[in-house]
C-alpha cells in the first residue's frame, strides 16, 4: 500500500529537521527560536546543504499546512488584512520606540506613537498573535526577535514600510487597473497609480517625496539581505576580472552598493553609478571611502542617451522587470549610441522558469513578484524566450549570448555583446 502523502511529507520534515539540528548541535551553534536574542538573520547557516533542507523544510510544511486545511479552509484561511500590523509598526515606529531589553506598557507607546489607545491595542495584540513583539504580561510587551529586527535593521524596517504603504496598496487597486486598461503597456495606467489617485509613473511620482523615495531604494537594499538576494550572486558568476581597467555602468544602480561590492573585488575597474536625481543624493555618503576613488555617480535618465561612451559594460540590476516591452526596448535603444563592438550589456534580472523546476516556496515568490511588477508598472518577469526577443526587438545587433542562474539565487545573469560599429 502507497504511503500516504501527510506521512510521507511528515517523515522527511522530521529528517531534515533532525540532520539541521545535529548539526547545530555539532557546530555549537544555537538552534532556532522566536526569541529576542536569536539570530536575527536566521539560525540555519548559509551553506548550500543546510540551506537545501531549510528550503525543503518550509516546502514541506507549506504543503502539510495545506493538506491538513482542506480546500475550504485554505481558501478562507488567506485573511484581508495580514498585513495591516506590519503596516502599523512600521508607519507609527512601534518597534523603533522600544528600546531592545526593555519592556513597555500598551499606554506607553500609544504616547510615542500618536495613536489611540484602543488602536495601539488592536495593532499591537494583532502584531503580537504574528510573534511580532511578545506581550510577557497583560498589558506588557517586549520585543521579539522579529520585532526587534525591525527596530534595528533600517533596510528590514523600510522593506516592510515601503511593502505594506506602496506595494500592498498597488496591489489592491490592481484587478481594478487591469478592468480600467486592460493589456496596458503604460506605467501610469497601475494599480500604483490608482492608489496614489496620480497619472505619474512610480519613479517620477515618488521622486516629489524624498522620503518615500529613499525608503523605495532601501526597500530594494533590504532586498539584497535575503538569500536569494545576495550580492555573490552577481559578484560570483560572471568574470567580471576580463574587464581589468575598464569602465562599468551601474544604470539605474541606486545607492551603488552593487559596484561598491564589485570594487572591493576588482580595485582596476572603474564604476559609474546613474540614477535620477532623488535617488543619488549624496555620493560622499553613499561610497565608502576605501572605493570612493573608484565609484563616481551620475545623474542620468536611461531614456535619454547614454552619456557615457565606449564603456566595456553596461549593467543592469533589476531594471528591466520595472518596465513593459515597449519601455524595456526604448532603454536598450538609449545605449546605442555609446556602445563599441564588444560592449556588454549584462542584466540581473529574473527568468522565469517552469513551475517544476524550481521549489513550491520560490515558485511563489517569483510568481508574486510578477505580479507586483504589473501593479506598480505595468511590467512583468520575463523567461527566457522573452529576454532573446527583447534584445531582438531593440536591434538585431546585440547577440545574445546566454544565460547563468546561480543555484539559490532569485535572479539570473544575461549576457549581450554589441556587434555593431
Ligand atoms: C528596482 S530599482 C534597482 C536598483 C539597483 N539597480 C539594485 O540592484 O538594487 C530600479 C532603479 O531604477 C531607477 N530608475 C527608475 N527610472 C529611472 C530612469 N528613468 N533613469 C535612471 N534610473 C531610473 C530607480 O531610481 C531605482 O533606483
Known amino acids: 500500500m502507497s504511503v500516504p502523502r501527510i506521512a510521507e511529507l511528515s517523515k522527511r520534515i522530521a529528517a531534515n529537521t533532525a540532520t539541521i539540528c545535529e548539526y547545530l548541535s555539532s557546530n555549537d551553534l544555537p538552534y532556532p527560536s522566536l526569541s529576542i536574542d536569536t539570530p536575527l538573520y536566521g539560525a540555519v547557516p548559509d551553506q548550500p546543504e543546510m540551506q537545501a533542507l531549510r528550503q525543503s523544510i ?24 495580514a498585513l495591516l500590523p506590519l503596516q502599523a509598526v512600521t508607519r507609527f515606529g512601534l518597534a523603533r520606540s522600544l528600546p531592545v531589553g526593555d519592556e513597555t506598557t500598551l499606554s506607553n507607546m500609544a504616547k510615542l506613537s500618536g495613536l489611540t489607545e484602543s488602536d495601539t491595542r488592536k495593532v499591537v495584540r494583532y502584531a503580537v498573535a504574528l510573534k511580532i513583539f511578545e506581550e510577557t504580561r497583560p498589558g506588557i510587551i517586549t520585543h521579539s526577535a522579529a520585532s526587534r529586527l525591525l527596530a534595528q535593521d533600517p533596510g528590514v524596517h523600510d522593506y516592510v514600510a515601503a511593502c505594506t504603504d506602496e506595494l500592498w496598496q498597488a496591489s489592491a487597486q490592481t484587478c481594478n487597473a487591469m478592468e480600467k486598461y486592460p493589456g496596458s503597456e503604460e506605467p501610469t495606467e ?3 497609480s490608482l492608489a496614489n489617485n496620480t497619472d505619474k509613473p512610480l519613479y517620477d511620482f ?5 522620503e518615500r523615495s529613499t525608503r523605495f531604494a532601501n526597500m530594494m537594499e533590504g532586498f539584497t539581505k535575503g538569500k536569494a538576494f545576495d550580492l555573490k550572486y552577481v559578484t560570483d558568476y560572471y568574470p567580471w576580472e576580463q574587464h581589468g581597467g575598464g569602465t562599468i555602468v551601474d544604470v539605474g544602480g541606486s545607492q551603488g552598493f552593487v559596484s561598491v561590492a564589485l570594487a572591493r573585488r576588482h580595485p582596476s575597474i572603474s564604476f559609474v553609478v546613474q540614477d535620477l536625481e532623488p535617488v ?31 564603456a ?6 533589476w531594471i528591466f522587470h520595472n518596465w513593459s516591452d515597449k519601455y524595456s526596448v526604448k532603454i536598450l535603444q538609449s545605449l546605442i549610441p555609446a556602445l563599441k563592438p564588444g560592449s556588454k550589456v549584462i542584466i540581473s534580472d529574473a527568468v522565469m522558469p517552469p513551475a517544476d523546476r524550481v521549489p513550491s516556496g520560490m515558485n511563489l515568490r517569483l510568481r508574486g513578484f510578477d505580479l507586483v511588477m504589473t501593479s506598480i508598472q505595468n511590467a512583468k518577469e520575463r523567461e527566457l524566450e522573452d ?8 536591434d538585431e545587433r546585440f547577440e545574445f549570448e546566454g544565460v547563468t542562474q546561480p543555484p539559490g539565487s532569485f535572479n539570473a545573469l544575461l549576457v549581450a555583446t554589441w556587434r555593431g560599429s
Open 280 to 310: 543619488i543624493i549624496d555620493p560622499k555618503e553613499n561610497v565608502p571611502s576605501d572605493v570612493a576613488s573608484q565609484v563616481k555617480f551620475m545623474v542620468h535618465d536611461f531614456f535619454t542617451p547614454q552619456p557615457v561612451v565606449g
Open 312 to 317: 566595456d559594460v553596461y549593467f543592469f540590476r
Open 190 to 192: 497601475t494599480g500604483f
Open 387 to 394: 529576454w532573446v526577443n527583447l534584445f531582438r526587438l531593440a
Open 58 to 81: 518550509l516546502d514541506d510544511t507549506a504543503e502539510l499546512r495545506q493538506l491538513m486545511l482542506g480546500p475550504r479552509d485554505y481558501l478562507t484561511s488567506f485573511v484581508p488584512n
Open 206 to 210: 515618488l521622486s516629489a517625496f524624498p
